[in-house]
């Protein structure tokens, strides 16, 4: 039997309980979490606090969580801002440039930022809300460019497109804001319930 003041044993004995099914997850760290997000990882282990494991689609990427979703579109968006800024540069027309910031900011910045918060509070990123609230946001994204980008290169019809877009946004935002204040506390008892007690 190995001596339990034993730092070796110790150790040993830790290796292992990683790898055990069923066994307690180990620390996540933010390399780790985002990695995860990307489906790059499994989650295959138990975490207190959660029950279940989490379904098989989330290992083949088939089912989303609300993060993965925001992180992957906010890339597409930041392509797209990036090719249309160079192209502008290159035509030297920049009437466009208001739909071309607001691309930037709603598509890239703020739903980057909306992943972010979702990634840190697992119990909420999961939810059926957040995964709306993102979809929403992402359409309504691409209506307020489109009638922005109408409005400053001269075409009328723009002006309610871009008023409907500004409003889903607006909406949409509130809807983060209920969920930041209201959802928050419920996805930090989830994280704080998955730290094993000392």
Not at 92 to 111: Q, R
Request: with cysteine; charged share 15%; aromatic share 8%.
């Amino acid at each position: 039997m190995h001596d339990p003041r034993s730092s070796g044993a110790l150790q040993t004995a830790d290796k292992k309980l990683r790898f055990l099914p069923g066994s307690l997850q180990p620390a996540r760290t933010m390399p780790n979490l985002v990695l995860e997000s990307l489906g790059r990882i499994p989650c295959s282990v138990k975490v207190p606090g959660r029950g279940q494991e989490p379904p098989a689609q989330n290992q083949l990427g088939i089912e989303m969580k609300a993060s993965s979703l925001s992180f992957r579109a906010a890339v597409l968006f930041v392509i797209a801002g990036m090719a249309w800024g160079i192209s502008m540069a290159i035509s030297n027309d920049h009437a466009a440039m208001p739909a071309h910031a607001h691309l930037n900011l709603l598509g890239w910045v703020s739903l980057f930022l909306f992943g972010i918060f979702y990634f840190l509070h697992p119990a909420v990123d999961r939810s059926r809300t957040a995964m709306v609230q993102v979809v929403i946001w992402i359409i309504a994204t691409v209506i307020l460019t489109v009638g922005v980008g109408l409005v400053h290169t001269g075409h009328a019809v723009g002006d309610p497109i871009a008023a409907v877009g500004s409003l889903v946004v607006l909406g949409d935002m509130l809807l983060f804001a209920w969920i930041v204040f209201r959802r928050e506390s419920a996805g930090a008892a989830a994280v704080h319930s998955a730290i094993p007690a000392e």
